[in-house]
């Protein structure tokens, strides 16, 4: 029996290959072309899948191995998010034909009821574990594509969007270069406007975000964490819309992974350096990475490798 990689969208992909690629030789089947709806895996494969959105095509027509595309945010503080399949809280009901759980924390692991799992860390990261920035000092605005299924899910940008050139122009007088980043599902549609608003270009994939930048100031992504994990500063950016009364964990509001901002007025007034050499919300960063990854030692590939192999053998 052999594994096929199998994504929808280049970030899925970037969290399985990893994985794929530490696989024994036999069980390494094909990665799958890239398309909107993903085929399923070859007769007799296994499809290594990082997303509902994927997952939901295939479910009762293959065998899966499921791994979590993010840091295990759950929106199960509102009854109404509380079930969505995308994610753990769901405990996996609606994954007809998952065998198996890759998950970054324990606590994430137990959630899913339906199939075995396991806590590896996140796979992704594990080449830049260790990773200095190249370049000038550099930040990053970051923003969350806008999903609907709860308002903490969605993106902060149209909160900064008016003030955003004068922002990045106060970093640039203290020194930095600044990009902007959008999440995929906004498919380019950001790109303008952040390059109008001043950013120096825009960083399309999460690699460049890694390898350029200083500082992320972002609103609501698993990118925060995985930022975090490098040892880098995170300024998470809240809107009206993110209801303090609701507790969803994580991001809202148990382990925000640096400080947090409410409005563009504070960015303003923000010394970039105090982040970078003051270690401005520290204290957040360690905790909230403590929290979110049961490994980063760059070996999270091979842990779930070696869980997907042992899961196999009992087939």
């Not at 080449?127 to 609907?148: K, M, N, Q, R, S």
């Not at 998470?236 to 303090?244: F, G, K, M, Q």
Request: include cysteine; charge should be neutral; aromatic fraction near 10%.
């Amino acid at each position: 029996m052999r594994v096929d990689v199998v994504a929808s969208m280049p970030h899925y992909r970037a969290h399985l290959l990893p994985i794929f690629e530490c696989l024994p030789p036999e069980l390494q089947g094909r990665v799958q072309p890239m398309r909107p709806v993903v085929d399923r895996p070859h007769y007799n494969h296994v499809a290594l899948v990082a997303s509902w959105q994927d997952v939901k095509p295939l479910r009762g027509r293959c065998r899966m191995i499921y791994v979590e595309h993010g840091a295990g945010q759950t929106y199960a503080g509102d009854e109404r998010s509380m079930n969505q399949p995308g994610y753990s809280g769901s405990g996996g009901f609606r994954h007809n034909g998952v065998i198996g759980f890759i998950a970054p924390s324990q606590h994430v692991a137990d959630r899913w009821k339906t199939a075995p799992a396991v806590a590896v860390g996140c796979p992704k990261m594990d080449e830049y574990i260790g990773l200095a920035p190249t370049g000038p000092p550099a930040v990053c605005f970051a923003f969350h594509w806008d999903t609907l299924i709860s308002p903490e899910a969605r993106s902060a940008y149209q909160h900064y969007a008016d003030s955003l050139p004068e922002i990045m122009e106060r970093y640039k007088q203290q020194g930095f270069e600044v990009y902007g980043h959008a999440h995929p599902k906004w498919e380019g549609q950001l790109d303008r406007t952040l390059l109008k608003a001043g950013a120096k270009a825009i960083l399309n994939d999460d690699r460049a975000v890694f390898h350029t930048s200083s500082v992320l100031f972002v609103d609501n992504s698993s990118l925060a964490y995985e930022f975090a994990a490098l040892g880098r500063p995170v300024v998470s950016l809240n809107a009206p819309w993110y209801r303090r009364d609701v507790e969803h964990g994580l991001r809202f509001w148990s382990h925000i992974p640096g400080i947090h901002v409410d409005g563009p007025e504070e960015l303003l007034t923000l010394n970039v350096w105090d982040l970078v050499y003051n270690q401005l919300g520290e204290n957040n960063r360690v905790r909230s990475v403590e929290h979110v990854y049961a490994f980063t030692d760059g070996s999270s590939s091979q842990r779930a490798a070696t869980f997907i192999a042992e899961r196999l053998a009992t087939m």
